[in-house]
């Protein structure tokens, strides 16, 4: 079955330094979406990519879908305390979704 | 306005007791799943509703587990005889009717449900 793995699981950083998470999955995705979740909390929406070598923006957020259409990255400039969290990739079927491995962010203050 | 609630927030039972799990998605969302979410894990897939018609069971671990929207809208899970690996997050989540190929299918999830079996 599909797969999605994301690199690293865990991450570090000083706040202010920048942070970015890799996705890919074992098969060619229709789409990409990405998540965070807050300790304790549930998973909540950022953004959905369609198109091959899509990028978008979201303030200091960047997202981006491989050309061939397998692997993606969210990068965070100048990461900020409220960025903590865990940041998962997920590819979305028509009936099934399935989750990437996700990565832990931690800033230092 | 009112967004996806689940219910109970927390579910202790002793093994091999049945448990039933509510969720309440957003009114008029036809699209339902069902995750269920191990400490430190992803949200694992488990099942997906369109509507009351469930198109995809291939995510429930066993037969152990059941899920039901008879009517569109609420849904239930069910584990019988429940086992400690059953411990998890369980997780509800609706989403407008999914369109291929559109920049909008969010997931809107629930608070989830903590489930340990003891």
């Known amino acids: 079955g599909q797969q999605v793995m994301q690199i690293p699981q865990y991450q570090h950083v000083q706040e202010g330094e920048d942070f970015t998470t890799y996705c890919n999955s074992s098969t060619t995705l229709s789409n990409i979406q990405w998540y965070k979740q807050r300790p304790g909390g549930h998973p909540v929406f950022l953004i959905q990519?369609?198109?091959?070598?899509e990028v978008k923006k979201q303030k200091r957020l960047t997202f981006q879908f491989g050309e061939a259409k397998k692997n993606s990255s969210l990068h965070i400039t100048a990461t900020q305390t409220t960025d903590v969290g865990t940041y998962f990739c997920?590819?979305?079927?028509?009936?099934?979704?399935?989750f990437g491995t996700g990565t832990k962010l931690q800033v230092i203050p | 306005g009112a967004g996806v609630s689940q219910s109970p927030r927390y579910k202790v039972a002793k093994r091999g007791q049945d448990v039933a799990l509510r969720c309440d998605p957003i009114?008029?969302?036809?699209?339902l799943f069902w995750y269920q979410q191990a400490l430190g894990q992803g949200p694992e897939f488990l099942t997906y509703?369109?509507?009351?018609?469930?198109?995809?069971k291939s995510g429930l671990p066993s037969d152990r587990f059941f899920a039901e929207r008879p009517e569109g809208s609420v849904s239930t899970l069910k584990i019988q005889r429940t086992q400690q690996e059953d411990s998890a997050v369980y997780l509800c989540?609706?989403?407008?009717?999914?369109?291929?190929?559109?920049?909008?299918?969010?997931?809107?999830f629930g608070p989830g449900t903590r489930l340990t079996v003891l």
């Open positions: 997920a590819g979305r079927g028509y009936q099934k979704v399935t």
């Open positions: 989540a609706s989403s407008p009717f999914f369109t291929s190929g559109s920049s909008y299918n969010e997931q809107f």
């Open positions: 009114s008029g969302h036809v699209s």
């Open positions: 990519l369609v198109k091959s070598g």
């Open positions: 509703f369109q509507n009351e018609a469930q198109l995809d």
